[in-house]
């Protein structure tokens, strides 16, 4: 099972800040926090990921609490290209290795 | 750069038959990860190949097969295949097993 609970879906205006939360109470100290997007139909896309500091490249930021227990993936600029399902995902890379474990994701709808 | 490809696009077969899918993974990546992604789903882990071995496995049952060869690049086998093997493959490859992962376009499979 999904370690990570995610709202199933949020809207978003072009141009504003989508602000996309993710709950992972039982993370352990060496565990990840992954985001990935799929745009319908096609292959997920790797965005970002941190272990305890926040984290900015040029797609997003991460901001994850000082427990660790949540995060939320900034897209500061949404745009229509935007529409996707956002997964949250922990994972401890040296134990799990490949194993990423998906849940159900935030369904974003990024409007005119 | 090419990133992750996979063949075919998309395949009808009908139940009882058999089916390889491929993948070739980006420059520079020897490791590859295999997911199945039901409609409406996330996408589940199946197994990861790292230095021509399964590394890893999820909870598939030995229908799924798979291989990698000497130039990292991979095959998915599914045997007997049953309806609900229709879904979304896909492939994703690492920098090695412990590094993030990035996804190819996947290969549509239909079982009639």
């Known amino acids: 099972d999904a370690k990570t609970t995610q709202p199933p879906s949020m809207d978003c205006a072009e141009g504003r800040a989508a602000n996309l939360p993710c709950n992972h109470s039982t993370i352990s100290g060496n565990e990840y926090v992954y985001w990935y997007r799929q745009i319908h139909s096609q292959g997920p896309q790797y965005i970002i990921h941190?272990?305890?500091n926040n984290e900015t490249n040029e797609m997003a930021s991460l901001i994850i609490t000082e427990d660790r227990k949540s995060s939320t993936l900034i897209l500061p600029h949404a745009t229509l290209r935007d529409t996707a399902v956002y997964y949250c995902?922990?994972?401890?890379?040296?134990?799990?290795?490949?194993?990423?474990?998906f849940g159900q994701g935030t369904e974003l709808s990024v409007k005119p | 750069d090419a990133g992750v490809t996979q063949s075919p696009t998309h395949l009808i077969k009908t139940r009882g038959q058999q089916v390889t899918l491929r993948c070739s993974p980006k420059s520079g990546h020897d490791t590859v990860s295999w997911y199945q992604q039901a409609l409406g789903q996330g996408p589940q882990f199946i197994f990861q190949?790292?230095?021509?071995?399964?590394?890893q496995r999820g909870n598939f049952p030995d229908r799924f097969s798979g291989h990698q060869f000497p130039n990292y690049s991979s095959e998915l086998n599914v045997n007997a295949l049953l309806l609900g093997d229709s879904a979304l493959y896909l492939c994703a490859s690492s920098p090695s097993w412990a590094d993030t992962q990035y996804f190819g376009p996947g290969t549509r499979l239909t079982v009639l």
């Open positions: 190949y790292y230095e021509e071995e399964e590394r």
């Open positions: 941190g272990l305890k």
């Open positions: 995902i922990v994972s401890e890379p040296y134990n799990q290795g490949g194993k990423l474990i």
